[in-house]
């Protein structure tokens, strides 16, 4: 398969030592901090449209390629012009050599702009930044993963994909994939020829199981095997996150929700991007640093 | 034939209140937290000085989400002054910044006047190089419906206490909310402050037309970025006119021909906000981009444009 890069390996290694404490990982895995986040000028090479208003762009960036973890994302200046003012994180959803590549949905001026640049021109890229999926405490082995995507949601989840199911043949990955229809489902044969087990829900039932994914991972539950081994990574809209968080919480399992943000400055420093975290009473972390994966059990979901 | 001698490089060095800043570009608090965030990205050496996020006596959680919001040009926040508080600033975040070789200027603001007066107490033997005071954060009312900044009398009475508490440069960081900037900052003068931080945020809203709900928590918010340029601008000029002391000139700067346009209006540096977010590199560009064009110019020094406005004949 395609070599892995540095942050991949980082990651696996990581993924593979025990004793590992959530909390103590954090700064030890996917966290941006001491690896380096840079701003460069990244060579678009691909942007197509793959599905209805659904892109895939591929920039070279061969330092953020190299350091990128599953999980973490980029932060993109798509216009030189004060609209809009802000740029637009986006996750990391490949890393294949010296390349990166985005998935992304058109949903406002920002992806709308970025859906037009074409092959050859510049993109101005902070990266990579947050802390990305973790491995916590391994007392017992983890055999069991799911990952559950919703919508655009694959794209990080792609890139863990890749990173675990790759190497680590022994382990057994399930993609769930939720979707409105058909149309928009994605990334189900990438899964598919990485060996995972995939499965699809549509919400119009078009394929796969009809209804929300988040059901369809807690039908899915009783026939996984052993719950002490499992291991759910989730990404996709805030309501099927808090939705598999009580899914997380009712059968007892661990799960890491990939958050969806916006964000000003996309390094920690403006404290916008905030969500509520359990404290002594609640505290605030933010979405672009402490994150964008959090611990299901840590957010106070409202 | 004679050679023309070689132009010596511009001089971009000022005093600033007192502090020596290597150029006059700084990066305004609240937007660079406290220093870490950036210094993977930028080299914090080439600053002229740094702003720290304001500071309160105890840590503060800030306010509910959704905060932030992009507007035209702009953005809306409502952060709530969420910070460490002053003592694990001093023992966490202080160590860091000092690092570097850059000037520090300590941001602070509290709900009552004894409240900067014990913070101003407290950084006294800290290794700082001036203080701010925000008398303007939008999501601090000091008689629950003012801001400091927006109330003369108040604002003599908090620069003047705390003028009597410590002997570190004074910047007061005033609102553009008020009728009469210049009034208000010529009282920052008269009861002590080495400089005056022009401007904070505009207080605005913006409104979900859908849900018919307003886009951040706390309804209203501070509006920043470019959007409050030519505003930021005018008060500068106004300012100027009014008062000797140095200002510190910020509101969407981006480039480096938006910090001119605040130096020509009266402004002896400047400071990058909401342009951070926008590109790290910016206030790096804005220093690069300033002595290019001294030197297109043949300005010798930076002090000689300060307030160089040339008014139009018959202008006001």
């Known amino acids: 398969m395609t070599l892995l890069s540095q942050g991949v390996q980082n990651f696996l290694e990581s993924f593979r030592k025990e004793g590992l404490h959530e909390t103590e990982t954090v700064d030890e895995v996917g966290n941006s901090r001491g690896a380096g986040m840079l701003q460069i000028d990244a060579k678009i090479l691909i942007n197509e449209e793959i599905a209805p208003e659904r892109y895939k762009m591929v920039l070279s960036a061969p330092q953020i390629a190299r350091q990128a973890r599953p999980g973490q994302f980029i932060h993109v200046k798509v216009s030189d012009s004060y609209t809009p003012l802000l740029r637009r994180p986006f996750s990391v959803h490949r890393v294949e050599g010296q390349k990166i590549e985005l998935l992304y949905k058109v949903v406002g001026k920002g992806t709308e702009i970025l859906s037009r640049k074409k092959r050859g021109e510049y993109l101005d890229i902070l990266g990579p930044l947050g802390k990305g999926y973790w491995l916590p405490a391994a007392t017992s082995r983890i055999s069991d993963i799911i990952l559950v995507a919703g919508g655009t949601g694959v794209a990080s989840l792609l890139f863990l994909a890749e990173s675990i199911a790759v190497p680590n043949s022994e382990l057994s990955v399930l993609v769930l994939i939720g979707a409105k229809n058909r149309e928009e489902l994605l990334c189900e044969g990438d899964f598919r020829r990485l060996g995972c087990r995939v499965q699809v829900a549509t919400e119009n039932g078009t394929r796969g199981y009809k209804g929300l994914v988040s059901d369809l991972l807690e039908k899915c539950l009783p026939l996984s095997g052993d719950g002490s081994k499992r291991l759910v990574f989730a990404c996709g809209p805030p309501e099927m996150l808090k939705r598999i968080g009580e899914v997380s919480r009712k059968h007892r399992f661990p799960c890491q929700v990939s958050l969806e943000e916006r964000l000003a400055c996309g390094v920690g420093a403006c404290l916008g991007c905030v969500v509520k975290a359990k404290g002594s009473t609640y505290t605030y972390k933010r979405v672009c640093k402490d994150g964008p994966v959090f611990s299901a059990g840590e957010l106070v979901w409202e | ?316």
């Open chain 2, 1 to 316: 034939m004679i050679r023309k001698a070689k132009q010596k490089p511009p001089n971009l060095t000022i005093d600033l209140a007192g502090i020596s800043l290597r150029n006059p570009v700084m990066v305004a608090s609240g937007t660079f937290g406290y220093g870490e965030e950036y210094a993977e990205l930028i080299d914090l050496n080439r600053l002229g000085a740094i702003v720290t996020k304001t500071i309160t006596l105890k840590p503060r959680l800030g306010n509910e989400p959704p905060r932030i919001v992009e507007t035209a040009s702009g953005i809306l926040n409502s952060i709530g002054l969420q910070n460490v508080g002053i003592n694990a600033f001093i023992d966490e975040k202080l160590p860091f910044l000092r690092e570097y070789d850059v000037p520090l200027i300590v941001s602070i603001a509290g709900e009552t006047p004894d409240e900067y007066v014990e913070l101003a107490k407290t950084l006294r033997e800290e290794k700082i190089e001036g203080l701010e005071l925000n008398l303007s954060c939008p999501n601090i009312k000091y008689d629950r419906k003012l801001m400091f900044a927006q109330d003369p009398k108040a604002t003599h009475r908090v620069v003047s206490r705390v003028r009597k508490a410590t002997n570190l440069p004074l910047i007061v960081k005033l609102s553009p909310n008020v009728t009469d900037i210049a009034f208000i900052a010529k009282m920052c003068e008269e009861a002590g402050a080495d400089g005056i931080s022009l401007i904070n945020t505009f207080v605005g809203m913006a409104i979900d037309v859908e849900s018919g709900e307003p886009m951040l928590h706390q309804i209203t918010g501070g509006l920043s970025g470019p959007a409050i340029k030519p505003i930021a601008v005018r008060m500068v000029y106004e300012v100027h006119k009014s008062v000797e002391i140095p200002i510190i000139g910020m509101g969407g700067i981006i480039t480096a021909g938006d910090a001119l346009e605040f130096i020509i209006a009266g402004a002896k540096a400047v400071a990058i906000g909401t342009g951070n977010f926008v590109d790290p590199r910016a206030p790096i560009k804005v220093i690069d981009g300033i002595r290019e064009h001294m030197i297109k110019n043949k300005i010798k020094d930076i002090k000689s444009m300060v307030g160089s406005l040339k008014c139009p004949k018959g202008s006001l």
